[in-house]
T-cell receptor
C-alpha cells in the first residue's frame, strides 16, 4: 500500500481562489516533499519539509506537517491558470546508514479555471 | 543550464524487442533513478544508483536492466521480459544523501505494440 496518499484525487477551482491538497502517510518519516507535474512533463520539486518542522513557505505555497496525525497539506494561495497540474507528495523514510526510501503518492490533479 | 536530458521523448517498439532509454545529467549529482509512471498511479522506482558502477533494484525491477559506467549517464533497458512495458518513464537525479530533492527529466513515453 502507498506510504503517501493525496486527497482529494482531483480539485477544480476558479482563478484567484486558494487550493488545498492533503497527504497522509503511515509510518514515521525523515522528510516529506511536494512536487508538481505538468501534463506530459517531468516532476518539479516544490518544497521539502523535515520531520521536526511544522510549516514552510515558498512564494504562494505553504506546506504544513503534523507528525502526530501523520499528515501534510499544501496550500496554493491566489491560484492562477498556470498552477493547473498534478501535485504529488513524497515521503522519505530512513532505515539506517545511508538508506532512505522515497515513496510517491498517486497525486492530486488541480485544475484552475480562468 | 544544468539539468537532466531524456531521449527520445516518444519511443515505439514491437513486442519482443529490447529498447534502451537514455538519461544524461550535468548537475554533478551522485544519485540517479529510474521511475515508471502509469495513469492513475504514483511513480514507482525501477532502479537507482548512488555511485558509478553500482546500482540497486527498486520496487519493480523485473524486466529492466541498467548500467552506470559514467556519473553523468544512467541508461535503462526495457527487455522483452517486461510484461507491460508501455508507460511513461522518468529519470531523476539527486545529491547524496538520498533524502534530498529529486531533479527530473521530461520523460520518455514508450509504447510497445
Amino acid at each position: 500500500s502507498q506510504q503517501g496518499e493525496e486527497d482529494p484525487q482531483a480539485l477544480s477551482i476558479q482563478e484567484g481562489e486558494n487550493a488545498t491538497m492533503n497527504c497522509s502517510y503511515k509510518t514515521s518519516i525523515n522528510n516529506l516533499q511536494w512536487y508538481r507535474q505538468n501534463s506530459g512533463r517531468g516532476l518539479v520539486h516544490l518544497i521539502l519539509i523535515r520531520s521536526n518542522e511544522r510549516e514552510k513557505h515558498s512564494g504562494r505555497l505553504r506546506v504544513t506537517l503534523d507528525t502526530s496525525k501523520k499528515s501534510s497539506s499544501l496550500l496554493i494561495t491566489a491560484s492562477r491558470a498556470a498552477d493547473t497540474a498534478s501535485y504529488f507528495c513524497a515521503t522519505v523514510l530512513y532505515s539506517g546508514g545511508s538508506n532512505y526510501k522515497l515513496t510517491f503518492g498517486k497525486g492530486t490533479l488541480l485544475t484552475v479555471n480562468p | 543550464d544544468g539539468g537532466i536530458t531524456q531521449s527520445p521523448k516518444y519511443l515505439f517498439r514491437k513486442e519482443g524487442q529490447n529498447v534502451t532509454l537514455s538519461c544524461e545529467q550535468n548537475l554533478n549529482h551522485d544519485a540517479m533513478y529510474w521511475y515508471r509512471q502509469d495513469p492513475g498511479q504514483g511513480l514507482r522506482l525501477i532502479y537507482y544508483s548512488q555511485i558509478v558502477n553500482d546500482f540497486q533494484k527498486g520496487d519493480i525491477a523485473e524486466g529492466y536492466s541498467v548500467s552506470r559506467e559514467k556519473k553523468e549517464s544512467f541508461p535503462l533497458t526495457v527487455t522483452s521480459a517486461q510484461k507491460n512495458p508501455t508507460a511513461f518513464y522518468l529519470c531523476a537525479s539527486s545529491l547524496m544523501p538520498r533524502n534530498s530533492p529529486l531533479h527530473f527529466g521530461n520523460g520518455t513515453r514508450l509504447t510497445v505494440t
